[in-house]
């Protein structure tokens, strides 16, 4: 078995010895018990000046490489959210081209007859989020000069997304948290917007552990009153609404609002903590999923769910249950830097030339955090070419002065 040298916990170096990878089986038909997204990453030129505060340079192959490789294994695409760095790193320029592409290459794929997207169209394949990034927040007025702007901020971005084919997911806005002054501020605009969509769209809640700048979304730091704002929202508008993705790492609270939902309303868990036990339900409600773990983890969550669609929920739960630990640790506070964990096991396993992301973000994990994502991914089974990510690991372990 491949071995290399690995920091451990009393500050030295051990040995370690990789497990070896899974081989895990695309599937044969589309997935049809859960519906998932994954959250995919953006992979910057390597030569780009990918430092923070330069504008974004994507290697436009790769990436959408990193695409077409989540839809061989039957899952959504879930892209231009906060896992492909918006509002750290990628700009509103880079984000529309990366929008416009992704609806291109998803028509691709459903034009190309493949078994494990057979049937499904290009809102099924990929959502896209639209939000107010292009906004200078110091610059906003107040009041309703302020709101106007953020209305026509989504206008656009939700424009550029219905025009590209993807289905719209209405982001949480930090220019939003700033300029509303209460729940009536936020039902305003959200309810406009639902009103002027033609499809129905997904409604996206980031919790402050991934963002900081949202505190007290939907007019209120108190979850439970902002509950009830968000469901009187989603109550009103039902029939614009595929479904609400949550990020609030709360798994009690998930279940309560999932039950409250109005029929035909999913709720697509955003918890990266707790997925396995969200998605197998309590036996009369589960979660779909729309996750940035899961473009880590994309091989071991079809196979999951391949189980689930023959029946099989015990081993479609031990599967997910195996991914645990790694999702928990990438996604270990501070938590809005799980994306460099998710870049990492791309670069590991052959799906980037090199480790780095836009805006210097590959600089947000330690060495030590980044070889604990290294062993738990081999234990995982999700290492594809184990010999390859060793090789990697080592070089980037040498060149950052371990065992050296």
């Not at 394949?125 to 106007?148: F, H, K, N, R, Y």
């Not at 709360?250 to 697509?268: C, F, I, Q, T």
Request: proline share 4%; aromatic share 8%.
């Amino acid at each position: 078995m491949t071995s290399l040298i690995l920091p451990s916990n009393d500050g030295g170096t051990r040995e370690y010895r990789l497990q070896g990878g899974t081989s895990w089986a695309r599937p044969s038909g589309p997935l049809t018990s859960r519906r998932a997204y994954a959250a995919a990453h953006v992979i910057p030129e390597v030569l780009a000046d990918n430092t923070p505060g330069a504008p974004a340079r994507l290697d436009w192959d790769a990436t959408m490489a990193y695409r077409h490789e989540l839809w061989s294994y039957g899952l959504g695409v879930a892209d231009a959210m906060d896992t492909a760095q918006r509002g750290m790193g990628l700009d509103w320029a880079a984000t529309q081209q990366l929008i416009k592409r992704t609806g291109v290459e998803a028509a691709s794929v459903v034009s190309s007859g493949s078994a494990a997207t057979a049937g499904k169209s290009v809102r099924d394949l990929v959502s896209c989020g639209a939000g107010t990034d292009q906004l200078d927040i110091d610059a906003l007025p107040a009041g309703e000069a302020g709101l106007a702007a953020v209305l026509d901020a989504y206008r656009e971005q939700i424009a550029v997304v219905s025009e590209a084919g993807p289905k719209v997911i209405l982001m949480a806005s930090r220019a939003l948290a700033k300029v509303a002054s209460g729940p009536e501020d936020y039902l305003s605009v959200y309810s406009t917007l639902l009103q002027e969509v033609d499809q129905p769209v997904i409604l996206h809640w980031l919790g402050t552990m991934f963002d900081p700048a949202l505190a007290g979304y939907w007019g209120n730091d108190d979850v439970a009153a902002a509950t009830e704002t968000f469901l009187g929202l989603i109550r009103e508008n039902a029939e614009k609404v595929d479904g609400v993705k949550v990020s609030l790492l709360d798994a009690s609270h998930e279940v309560a609002l999932r039950a409250a939902l109005p029929e035909g309303v999913r709720l697509y868990t955003g918890d990266d903590f707790n997925y396995p036990e969200l998605m197998e339900g309590d036996g009369t409600h589960h979660s779909d999923a729309l996750l940035g773990i899961f473009a880590a983890i994309y091989p071991a969550a079809s196979s999951a769910l391949q189980s689930y669609d023959a029946g099989d929920a015990v081993k479609a739960r031990a599967i997910l249950d195996s991914t645990r630990e790694l999702g928990k640790h990438i996604f270990s506070a501070p938590t809005f830097y799980y994306k460099t964990g998710i870049a990492f096991m791309s670069w590991l396993n052959g799906k980037q030339p090199g480790f780095q992301m836009v805006g210097g973000l590959h600089s947000g994990r330690s060495v030590c955090h980044l070889a604990k994502t290294f062993e738990l991914a081999d234990q995982a089974g999700l290492l594809k070419d184990p010999a390859l990510a060793a090789f990697r690991m080592s070089d980037y372990l040498r060149i950052n002065g371990v065992g050296v």
